[in-house]
Antibody
Framework: QVQLVESGGGLVKPGGSLRLSCAAS????????MIWIRQAPGKGLESVSY????????YYGDSVKGRFTISRDNAKNSLYLQMNSLKAEDTAVYYC???????????WGQGTLVTVSS | EIVLTQSPGTLSLSPGERATLSCRAS???????LAWFQQKPGQAPRLLIY???SRATGIPDRFSGSGSGTDFTLTISRLEPEDFAVYYC?????????FGQGTKLEIK
């Protein structure tokens, strides 16, 4: 069965960096777009970044452009999000998700909490 | 960027009743790329509907989606206790994904 497991979250000071990982299993990882979606405490969902199966197509939301870098290692079935110059407003649960039918997201990880605070 | 507005913000109903949730887009959305998710406290969202009206795997048939253009609806025909949650619509267009702000479905 499909499993997505995020890791790497934690407490970091403003201006700091963090690298999130998402370990995938149960499907042919390289065949699918993957996405990072975040949810600030008590708030809604926001698309952060997505990457094609080959890694050649990448998108960033305006709020993270220039600060975050998405990547993947298909040999390791892993997705990454390098987050630099973190701000308080980046505090959120970060989910990785697999793109499903018709540009939806059919499988999600359990999320990893990133807290940016001094 | 297409903005999705969901209404109502909170919907109070009783088990067995019918729920109708609305998602309105600021400009026309391809029906192929409109989805609905359910999220319960402390859990990741779960895909309910994709392509505006297709149920995802394992989703009960009391959930249905409809609509086109700028107006989309999620209907739950007879509410079960486990259906009380927050619901989000999501669209994809011009290489961008966006979500509505959510509708909280609470027990009356």
């Amino acid at each position: 069965q499909v499993q997505l497991v995020e890791s790497g979250g934690g407490l970091v000071k403003p201006g700091g960096s963090l690298r999130l990982s998402c370990a995938a299993s149960g499907f042919t990882f390289s065949d699918y777009y993957m996405i990072w979606i975040r949810q600030a405490p008590g708030k809604g969902l926001e698309s952060v970044s997505y990457i094609s199966g080959s890694g050649t197509t990448i998108y960033y939301g305006d709020s993270v452009k220039g600060r975050f870098t998405i990547s993947r290692d298909n040999a390791k079935n892993s997705l990454y999000l390098q987050m630099n110059s973190l701000k308080a407003e980046d505090t959120a649960v970060y989910y990785c998700a697999k793109r499903g039918p018709q540009r939806s997201f059919d499988y999600w990880g359990q999320g990893t909490l990133v807290t940016v605070s001094s | 960027e297409i903005v999705l507005t969901q209404s109502p913000g909170t919907l109070s109903l009783s088990p067995g009743e019918r729920a109708t949730l609305s998602c309105r887009a600021s400009q026309s959305v391809s029906s192929s790329y409109l989805a609905w998710f359910q999220q319960k406290p402390g859990q990741a969202p779960r895909l309910l509907i994709y392509g505006a009206s297709s149920r995802a795997t394992g989703i009960p048939d009391r959930f249905s989606g409809s609509g086109s253009g700028t107006d989309f609806t999620l209907t739950i025909s007879r509410l079960e206790p486990e259906d009380f949650a927050v619901y989000y619509c999501q669209q994809y267009g011009s290489s961008l994904y966006s979500f509505g702000q959510g509708t909280k479905l609470e027990i009356k």
